[in-house]
């Protein structure tokens, strides 16, 4: 159904700000998204009016409490709108017949103040045919040809009497243009006249015709007044329309609501189709929607599906007027004299779109030399001296393994969610930017400074090292505007790279007066919040070693919840069947209280065991919560992903050997020892070389320690993001017997679907044949 309504029988003084005043009398809490008030081209009132509301709940309970009630002394009456196009419109309006000579071209220039009610078809009185019109009598030379059907034209009724010459030729027409059976004829002579009498009883598309002399003068038939320039355009540029869609795939939205959000223009367009992009620009000012979108879809033929059936169609009480999306080019894509620098800076802005370019806590080993520097108060070639004791690479390896354990605890205390950079493939957030390749020194000041040129910047969270940073804005577009103008631009000569954030990068909403306790560094309650938040990871690192893993099948997705309903009480509901892992209600983003969160009125709840799961849909499917019958399913999916930092959490330690994987091939062992040893006393390092014992070694290591205190603290420090010679090093827990054997073993099993291969002899072959 449709959140629109028609009201009909208005006064002829009634103004659209009395109209909503009147609506909002009667029901209070309804909120009006549109009203249109609708006039003739001669600025008539029409005595109707067109009012849609935020949900279709509330556009039924307008029309049934407004219909029959007066507006002083007018009774009005309240029917719901249908949208454009609809088989079911009942016509009334007496200036239908001039909409309908304008239907073909009402859709293209007249949408945002076009009507979703059938106010473009003839009225009843229109509908009966026209009767047979007589025009004023003269001294003339005219038959009436009566008995016509079928498909006939001038040209038909010309070829009937050739090769006759005819002077004139009239077809009657009732109001909706179709001929009612009768002609009148007109020729230059009596001569010509009796002639064609002929033809009489003759026979035009098989049916017998009649002809009779007429003295009537044959009026000339009236034509309707050629139609505007405007709509001859809109007839022209119709199929221009589609052909653009069908080419770009880009969709221009307009005449949206003012509340409307991305999330919602994603889901209404996205049933036709995966979606490249949906902008939906603010006003920098007042926050709120300027009322039209750019919606870009991955194959245009969607994109043309959408168009053809959302075009017209209501949204929130307002008509969606679409048009064909415009593609915006860099101005250096047209210059064919760009330098290599300027051909690298366009193609790398044009995987902007990439939802993961770079380890998000990578830092150059420029920028680690430079931070050690400033911390031990050193020089920067004391530390990147060859001729010092030790390797440079180990050197800088354990340099930048400290730094990235001190952003950790930073980011973490700020509430970051550090797991969630892990997921490469997960959602991406569109407000939260990481900006990483920051040079020494730079403040939160300087980089909100920065960001704020496109926008408002909700909070900056910048790390004592000051070489990554979190820029979160308060709106999608602006975010947008940033990212794009920001990314590889030149920030204190070397460029920043940006990064869309993962989707739940914050486990918290900004503090109001985050930003400004920081800047008066409040030491006191951050050491505090330092030492809760430590803490806290501490446990959950522990509970993702010593606790089971969900099993698959074990998420039930719970519908039809009350939107006051919190995880808390939807943990409460479910508790008393089993063991639960979480419990959830999904959220979005409020438009009007930014940095708050709304129910979508559905959650997920992750039990431990897939048998609980079970338990749980035969004994609370339709149970009572909060006054809302819920409706459970197992769900496909699960609201735990295990990402690539969790699935090395998850694995239990089960020794003390550590398998470390894409070491550089140009590291020596004594190199791989020096790294390692720090965290403790070591048992030995093994770096298996290619067969033969020849070339160099296989780019995986096994370090072994003496105590397992020593090997998770090597394991957590180095797990994350070191680096040796350029290369990550990856980090497993190598099984109590794992060795060299059971490596090639592992392998062979990987490339083979049923294990190792045996090999087949001929006897064998004869024997599995005879068998």
Same mark, same amino acid.
């Given at each position: 159904?449709?959140?629109?309504?028609?009201?009909?029988?208005?006064?002829?003084?009634?103004?659209? &700000?009395?109209?909503?005043?009147?609506?909002?009398?009667?029901?209070?809490?309804?909120?009006?998204?549109?009203?249109?008030?609708?006039?003739?081209?001669?600025?008539?009132?029409?005595?109707?009016?067109?009012?849609?509301?935020?949900?279709?709940?509330?556009?039924?309970?307008?029309?049934?409490?407004?219909?029959?009630?007066?507006?002083?002394?007018?009774?009005?009456?309240?029917?719901?709108?249908?949208?454009?196009?609809?088989?079911?419109?009942?016509?009334?309006?007496?200036?239908?017949?001039?909409?309908?000579?304008?239907?073909?071209?009402?859709?293209?220039?007249?949408?945002?103040?076009?009507?979703?009610?059938?106010?473009?078809?003839?009225?009843?009185?229109?509908?009966?045919?026209?009767?047979?019109?007589?025009?004023?009598?003269?001294?003339?030379?005219?038959?009436?040809?009566?008995?016509?059907?079928?498909? *006939?034209?001038?040209?038909? +009724?010309? !070829?009937?009497?050739?090769?006759?010459?005819?002077?004139?030729?009239? +077809?009657?027409?009732?109001?909706?243009?179709?001929?009612?059976?009768?002609?009148?004829?007109?020729?230059?002579?009596?001569?010509?006249?009796? /002639?064609?009498?002929?033809?009489?009883?003759?026979?035009?598309?098989?049916?017998?015709?009649?002809?009779?002399?007429?003295?009537?003068?044959?009026?000339?038939?009236?034509?309707?007044?050629?139609?505007?320039?405007?709509?001859?355009?809109?007839?022209?540029?119709?199929?221009?329309?589609?052909?653009?869609?069908?080419?770009?795939?880009?969709?221009?939205?307009?005449?949206?609501?003012?509340? #409307?959000?991305?999330?919602?223009?994603?889901?209404?367009?996205?049933?036709?189709?995966?979606?490249?992009?949906?902008?939906?620009?603010?006003?920098?000012?007042?926050?709120?929607?300027?009322?039209?979108?750019?919606?870009?879809?991955?194959?245009?033929?969607?994109?043309?599906?959408?168009?053809?059936?959302?075009?017209?169609?209501?949204?929130?009480?307002?008509?969606?007027? +679409?048009?064909?999306?415009?593609?915006?080019?860099?101005?250096?894509?047209?210059?064919?004299?760009?330098? *290599?620098?300027?051909?690298?800076?366009?193609?790398?802005?044009?995987?902007?779109?990439?939802?993961?370019?770079?380890?998000?806590?990578?830092?150059?080993?420029?920028?680690?030399? &430079?931070?050690?520097?400033?911390?031990?108060?050193?020089?920067?070639?004391?530390?990147?001296? &060859?001729?010092?004791?030790?390797?440079?690479?180990?050197?800088?390896?354990?340099?930048?393994?400290?730094?990235?354990?001190?952003?950790?605890?930073?980011?973490?205390?700020?509430?970051?969610?550090?797991?969630?950079?892990?997921?490469?493939?997960?959602?991406?957030?569109?407000?939260?930017?990481?900006?990483?390749?920051?040079?020494?020194?730079?403040?939160?000041?300087?980089?909100?400074?920065?960001?704020?040129?496109?926008?408002?910047?909700?909070?900056?969270? /910048?790390?004592?090292?000051?070489?990554?940073?979190? #820029?979160?804005?308060?709106?999608?577009?602006?975010?947008?505007?940033?990212?794009?103008?920001?990314?590889?631009?030149?920030?204190?000569?070397?460029?920043?790279?940006?990064?869309?954030?993962?989707?739940?990068?914050?486990?918290?909403?900004?503090?109001?007066?985050?930003?400004?306790?920081?800047?008066?560094?409040?030491?006191?309650?951050?050491?505090?919040?330092?030492?809760?938040?430590?803490?806290?990871?501490?446990?959950?690192?522990?509970?993702?070693?010593?606790?089971?893993?969900?099993?698959?099948?074990?998420?039930?997705? #719970?519908?039809?919840?009350?939107?006051?309903?919190?995880?808390?009480?939807?943990?409460?509901?479910?508790?008393?069947?089993?063991?639960?892992?979480?419990?959830?209600?999904?959220?979005?983003?409020?438009?009007?209280?930014?940095?708050?969160?709304?129910?979508?009125?559905?959650?997920?709840?992750?039990?431990?065991?897939?048998?609980?799961?079970?338990?749980?849909?035969?004994?609370?499917?339709?149970?009572? /919560?909060?006054?809302?019958?819920?409706?459970?399913?197992?769900?496909?999916?699960?609201?735990?992903?295990?990402?690539?930092?969790?699935?090395?959490?998850?694995?239990?330690?089960?020794?003390?050997?550590?398998?470390?994987?894409?070491?550089?091939?140009?590291?020596?062992?004594?190199?791989?020892?020096?790294?390692?040893?720090?965290?403790?006393?070591?048992?030995?390092?093994?770096?298996?070389?290619?067969?033969?014992?020849?070339?160099?070694?296989?780019?995986?290591?096994?370090?072994?320690?003496?105590?397992? !205190?020593?090997?998770?603290?090597?394991?957590?420090?180095?797990?994350?993001?070191?680096?040796?010679?350029?290369?990550?090093? #990856?980090?497993?827990?190598?099984?109590?017997?794992?060795?060299?054997?059971?490596?090639?073993?592992?392998?062979?099993?990987?490339?083979?679907?049923?294990?190792?291969?045996?090999?087949?002899?001929?006897?064998?072959?004869?024997?599995?044949?005879?068998?």
């Amino acid at each position: 159904m449709s959140s629109r309504i028609i009201i009909k029988q208005l006064p002829k003084d009634i103004t659209k &700000d009395r109209l909503v005043a009147h609506i909002l009398k009667i029901c209070p809490n309804v909120e009006v998204t549109d009203c249109n008030l609708k006039y003739t081209r001669d600025g008539v009132f029409r005595k109707f009016a067109f009012v849609g509301f935020n949900s279709t709940d509330q556009g039924d309970a307008v029309q049934k409490k407004l219909n029959g009630t007066f507006i002083r002394t007018t009774k009005i009456l309240v029917d719901k709108a249908t949208d454009i196009g609809d088989s079911k419109i009942k016509v009334w309006s007496k200036y239908s017949l001039q909409k309908n000579s304008q239907s073909s071209t009402t859709k293209s220039a007249e949408k945002p103040a076009a009507t979703s009610n059938p106010v473009e078809k003839p009225n009843e009185e229109e509908k009966t045919p026209a009767k047979e019109e007589k025009p004023p009598a003269r001294t003339g030379f005219v038959l009436k040809m009566k008995g016509l059907s079928g498909f *006939y034209t001038e040209k038909s +009724i010309k !070829e009937f009497f050739k090769p006759i010459k005819l002077k004139a030729v009239r +077809i009657p027409r009732n109001a909706q243009k179709k001929p009612i059976g009768v002609a009148y004829v007109e020729l230059p002579s009596e001569k010509e006249l009796e /002639l064609a009498m002929g033809r009489n009883k003759n026979f035009i598309n098989g049916k017998k015709v009649f002809l009779k002399k007429s003295t009537e003068e044959l009026e000339p038939e009236t034509k309707l007044p050629a139609p505007p320039p405007w709509e001859l355009k809109a007839k022209e540029s119709s199929l221009q329309e589609v052909e653009s869609i069908a080419e770009s795939g880009r969709l221009f939205v307009r005449n949206l609501w003012f509340g #409307v959000t991305e999330e919602e223009l994603e889901e209404l367009f996205g049933k036709f189709g995966p979606l490249t992009e949906v902008v939906l620009p603010v006003d920098p000012l007042t926050k709120k929607v300027k009322g039209f979108a750019h919606v870009v879809f991955v194959f245009p033929e969607h994109a043309l599906k959408a168009f053809t059936e959302l075009d017209y169609t209501s949204l929130h009480g307002r008509l969606l007027h +679409i048009l064909p999306g415009r593609e915006v080019k860099e101005e250096s894509e047209s210059s064919e004299k760009s330098s *290599y620098k300027k051909k690298k800076d366009l193609q790398q802005k044009s995987n902007n779109a990439s939802s993961h370019n770079w380890n998000a806590l990578f830092l150059g080993a420029n920028a680690v030399a &430079d931070a050690m520097a400033q911390k031990y108060h050193t020089d920067k070639s004391n530390i990147l001296d &060859d001729d010092t004791r030790g390797s440079v690479g180990v050197r800088l390896a354990l340099g930048e393994t400290q730094i990235i354990n001190e952003t950790r605890e930073f980011l973490i205390s700020n509430g970051v969610a550090l797991d969630s950079f892990s997921q490469a493939a997960g959602a991406r957030s569109k407000t939260v930017i990481l900006v990483k390749n920051l040079p020494l020194g730079v403040t939160t000041d300087e980089l909100r400074d920065i960001f704020n040129k496109y926008g408002s910047v909700n909070r900056v969270v /910048l790390p004592p090292t000051g070489i990554t940073a979190i #820029v979160e804005y308060l709106e999608p577009s602006e975010a947008r505007q940033g990212f794009m103008k920001l990314n590889f631009s030149k920030f204190r000569s070397i460029p920043l790279y940006l990064e869309w954030a993962p989707m739940t990068v914050f486990v918290k909403p900004a503090a109001p007066s985050q930003e400004k306790k920081e800047d008066n560094s409040e030491e006191g309650g951050r050491e505090e919040e330092k030492k809760a938040t430590s803490s806290q990871e501490e446990k959950t690192e522990e509970k993702a070693n010593d606790e089971e893993v969900p099993e698959e099948e074990a998420t039930i997705f #719970v519908k039809n919840l009350n939107f006051s309903t919190t995880d808390e009480q939807l943990l409460e509901h479910f508790k008393a069947i089993g063991n639960i892992y979480s419990a959830t209600v999904s959220k979005k983003k409020d438009a009007k209280k930014p940095g708050e969160l709304l129910s979508m009125g559905y959650g997920f709840v992750q039990f431990m065991k897939k048998t609980d799961a079970k338990e749980a849909l035969k004994q609370l499917q339709n149970s009572m /919560l909060d006054g809302h019958n819920l409706e459970l399913k197992i769900s496909n999916r699960t609201s735990h992903q295990v990402t690539g930092r969790q699935k090395q959490a998850e694995t239990k330690q089960k020794s003390t050997k550590i398998l470390v994987r894409n070491i550089p091939f140009e590291a020596k062992k004594k190199e791989i020892e020096e790294l390692f040893k720090v965290f403790g006393e070591l048992k030995f390092v093994r770096l298996p070389k290619k067969l033969g014992g020849t070339g160099p070694h296989r780019g995986f290591a096994f370090v072994d320690f003496v105590t397992k !205190e020593d090997a998770k603290r090597a394991f957590s420090a180095l797990c994350h993001s070191t680096h040796l010679y350029g290369r990550r090093l #990856v980090l497993e827990w190598a099984e109590v017997e794992e060795s060299l054997d059971d490596l090639r073993r592992k392998t062979a099993q990987h490339f083979s679907d049923d294990g190792p291969k045996r090999k087949v002899t001929k006897s064998s072959l004869l024997e599995e044949l005879q068998s």
